[in-house]
């Protein structure tokens, strides 16, 4: 081996050495962190004290917290201690607390899920002749209309009428076909604090020579007659000529089976003499 090619061999050796040292310590560039992110359902909803609300870091399951906000407005969260939260939305309330982990250093990226477990603050009572009564959160303007379908409608034993009072104003009464009516003033919006409530049906109770006796909700201009038919109608061995009208606790005299019939009313059809 002369020593011109082993001058050149070593050359090479050494550049390849070299070469491979760099791609092998080279660092790849870190990425820089993604912003932190919120999520959560109802975003918009605006907090208040007895709120219960959840609290997740996602990919933390030991961060997950349930808080109940006091009557100060403020929650107290691991590592960031008492934060206010009265009077923000869900979405608000995320980012901030989000912030408040990137900003101390615990988190490079927090992604901050908050969900309203209970509403304590802003609700209308709901009670009465509905399919699912009960509190029901107003977590964004809802007019009446909407809050009867959210509770199931009424059902058969309620009237066909609601009686709404609002916080602040004093007690309506409004037909359950009115609020379908697309009327801005029978369909009012509803407000925290608003009650709705379903009265029981008024009845009239039909029995005697009938096919279907029983008591059945009166129907706006309801008649006599038209409540026999509700009971099926008389069977062969009645007559219309001897039905009786009991009225709060009295027996009416002549009946006219046209007449309208008012709540409570008892009929009662009589057998034929023959």
């Known amino acids: 081996m002369t020593s011109r090619f082993r001058a050149f061999l070593i050359s090479f050796v050494i550049a390849l050495l070299s070469g491979l040292g760099a791609s092998a310590f ?5 990425p820089a962190p993604a912003p932190a992110e919120t999520m959560g359902a109802s975003q918009d909803y605006v907090l208040g004290p007895a709120d219960v609300i959840e609290v997740d870091l996602l990919g933390q399951a ?15 969260l691991p590592m960031i201690g008492v934060v206010k939260a009265a009077n923000k939305t869900v979405g608000q309330l995320s980012d901030e607390v989000a912030q408040k982990l990137k900003s101390g250093g615990f988190y490079a990226a927090p992604i901050v899920k908050i969900d309203v477990v209970s509403f304590g603050s802003k609700y209308m009572t709901v009670l009465g002749n509905f399919n699912q009564p009960g509190l029901v959160p107003i977590d964004h303007p809802y007019r009446l ?5 959210r509770v199931g409608g009424v059902r058969e034993s309620g009237a066909d009428y609601v009686d709404y009072t609002p916080r602040n104003g004093h007690e309506r009464k409004i037909r359950i076909a009115d ?3 697309g ?7 509803v407000a925290p604090g608003d009650k709705l409530y379903s009265p029981p049906a008024d009845l009239v ?3 005697g020579q009938v096919k279907a006796p029983g008591a059945y909700p009166i129907t706006p201009g309801e008649t006599v007659r038209m409540a ?3 009971g099926g109608g008389i069977t062969d061995q009645g007559t219309y000529s001897r039905v009786t009208l009991t009225r709060d606790g009295k027996k009416q005299g002549h009946i006219d089976l046209e007449q309208p019939v008012r709540s409570g ?3 009662v059809v009589g057998e034929r003499l023959f």
Not at 145 to 149: D, F, G, K
């Open 205 to 207: 109770y039909v029995s």
């Open 265 to 267: 009313d008892v009929l």
């Open 228 to 230: 026999l038919s509700r």
């Open 183 to 189: 009327d801005s003033k029978d369909d009012p919006y």
């Open 145 to 149: 209309s909407e809050i009867v379908a």
């Open 26 to 30: 080279a660092q790849t560039p870190t």
């Open 62 to 76: 030991d961060y997950t917290t349930k808080q109940r906000i006091t009557e100060d407005g403020v929650i107290r």
């Open 179 to 181: 609020l379908a009516g």
